[in-house]
């Protein structure tokens, strides 16, 4: 595609409910990452993809968090129990590959957990 | 651990003028430094792209330095437009190969 797409734009949902957030990176990027803005914060790494295997999980929150990627393409963050502190934008981008590439940003899901 | 800093936190300067957003980072074995944009409720746009062995980028009005010796990078606009308005993110990739941000600068640029 023209771009990283991510979807939904925008998700509310119940304390306590799963969600599953999509991104769509550019195609024939190998590398994918994803990010979280908190209101007022600064872009917190939860994961990367080289194909798809995740050499880096070190920043996903907790256990309720977990991503994959199929076919080194579509990648796919699942939060379970979502609870109020998970409120966020999520980010995701992708590059050629990692090192020395510039990577590219979608527009990213903004969740709100009521 | 690589850290990002930028400075200032906000700017607000009159249309026309010059003016350059800082960014240091602590680990200078850095492979590439990223500028971006975010405008309000927006995603990401990725501005220029530094790699190690490069000093400076430019792309229209933009320019973009790197310093890995000081662990410095700055990004200087001219000739600054209202639409210049937004926070400006730099991003460090280091040997973790994934991108550490800044906490953003956020301009305004007044008419």
């Known amino acids: 595609g023209a771009g990283v797409s991510q979807s939904p734009s925008n998700k509310v949902t119940e304390k306590g409910k799963d969600v599953e957030l999509r991104c769509d990176p550019i195609?024939?990027?190998?590398?994918l990452y994803w990010y979280r803005q908190s209101l007022g914060q600064g872009l917190e790494f939860l994961i990367y993809?080289?194909?798809?295997?995740?050499?880096?999980k070190s920043g996903l929150p907790s256990d309720r968090f977990s991503a994959e990627r199929t076919g080194g393409s579509v990648s796919t963050l699942t939060i379970q129990r979502t609870q109020q502190e998970d409120s966020a934008v999520y980010l995701c981008?992708?590059?050629?590959?990692?090192?020395?590439?510039?990577?590219?940003f979608g527009q990213g899901t903004r969740l709100t957990v009521v | 651990k690589q850290e990002v800093t930028q400075i200032p936190a906000a700017l607000s300067v009159p249309e026309g003028e010059n003016l350059v957003l800082n960014c240091s980072f602590t680990d200078s074995a850095i492979y590439n430094l990223q500028w971006f944009r975010q405008d309000p409720g927006k995603g990401l746009t990725s501005l220029l792209l530094?790699?190690?062995?490069?000093r400076e980028q430019t792309s229209g009005r933009l320019n973009a330095s790197l310093d890995k010796s000081s662990g410095r990078s700055t990004l200087y606009i001219a000739a600054s437009q209202p639409g210049d308005s937004a926070t400006y993110l730099c991003?460090?990739?280091?040997?973790?190969?994934?991108?550490?941000f800044g906490k953003g600068t956020k301009l305004t640029v007044n008419p």
């Open positions: 195609s024939g990027h190998t590398a």
């Open positions: 993809f080289q194909g798809n295997s995740a050499p880096d």
């Open positions: 530094i790699q190690s062995s490069q």
């Open positions: 981008a992708s590059s050629p590959r990692t090192q020395n590439t510039e990577a590219f």
């Open positions: 991003a460090g990739e280091g040997g973790s190969e994934k991108l550490v």
